[in-house]
């Protein structure tokens, strides 16, 4: 487990396309990904963790200003391990250091965008303490909408 | 509708101060949200939307760059109209500058986290396009998934 650096692009374009790839979503190409991952490890905002030498697994943190609370905001971009490499525990792995980094980093909440279907990765959260609940575990969810522009 | 300068912090601490202490949510004192917002509204990533004299509505947009699309991603992280003040289409004004500002400022995609019970907001963004559903009208919805650290 570590913190990628930006000789390390090309791997996490690899794995990114892949992981779209993987659930049918729109792809670019491995190299645009690196060159847009390259902007944003070089603007400081974002901190992308690797698991295992393939890379295996990746998680991609993003950190800005909070309007609520006096720390940072932490969105966990992106979570995904290898098929190759899934059922030994690097999901779980990536997670604990993803929530160490955010601490570390001064940030006071984590947000995640979960599709419904995904119930692995949402039992993983709802392991770690992540609710889609407002206001305890009887309280109606929140959603995500979005458009593009 | 305008685009609020540092003058107004005083005005947007006290709206958003409003906003949650309605939706009984932790409300920072409104002292305390004025310097958060200047300090974002100075880093740069921070466009506030006012509408009116009082003022009688907010939308607050945070932008950064994205990682599936070469443009930027914006979030409407905040929307409120005071209460004494609804039913005049304020929220549709706020909304549709807060179109054009993130299509003027490059952004290709807008995200809105929202509870499920806030269906006046909900069918707005509905209205407008936006979407919690993945693929279509009849795919599974999307969660926003959150802890505090």
């Given at each position: 487990m570590r913190r990628a650096g930006l000789g390390e692009v090309d791997s996490i374009g690899h794995l990114l396309h892949e992981f779209n790839r993987e659930f049918g979503e729109p792809a670019p190409p491995p190299s645009a990904l690196a060159d847009r991952l390259r902007r944003l490890l070089d603007v400081g905002d974002t901190v992308v963790l690797l698991a295992g030498d393939g890379p295996d697994g990746v998680a991609v943190l993003r950190f800005r200003l909070s309007i609520w609370s006096p720390g940072l905001e932490c969105s966990l971009a992106e979570l995904y391990v290898a098929p190759r490499r899934r059922g030994l525990g690097i999901g779980r792995a990536l997670m604990d250091a993803a929530l160490r980094e955010a601490t570390g980093r001064g940030a006071d909440t984590m947000d995640i965008g979960v599709d419904e279907p995904d119930t692995v990765a949402r039992h993983l959260y709802e392991r770690l303490?992540?609710?889609?609940?407002?206001?305890?575990?009887d309280g109606p969810v929140m959603y995500v909408y979005e458009r593009e522009l």
């Amino acid at each position: 487990m570590r913190r990628a650096g930006l000789g390390e692009v090309d791997s996490i374009g690899h794995l990114l396309h892949e992981f779209n790839r993987e659930f049918g979503e729109p792809a670019p190409p491995p190299s645009a990904l690196a060159d847009r991952l390259r902007r944003l490890l070089d603007v400081g905002d974002t901190v992308v963790l690797l698991a295992g030498d393939g890379p295996d697994g990746v998680a991609v943190l993003r950190f800005r200003l909070s309007i609520w609370s006096p720390g940072l905001e932490c969105s966990l971009a992106e979570l995904y391990v290898a098929p190759r490499r899934r059922g030994l525990g690097i999901g779980r792995a990536l997670m604990d250091a993803a929530l160490r980094e955010a601490t570390g980093r001064g940030a006071d909440t984590m947000d995640i965008g979960v599709d419904e279907p995904d119930t692995v990765a949402r039992h993983l959260y709802e392991r770690l303490g992540f609710s889609n609940r407002v206001g305890g575990p009887d309280g109606p969810v929140m959603y995500v909408y979005e458009r593009e522009l």
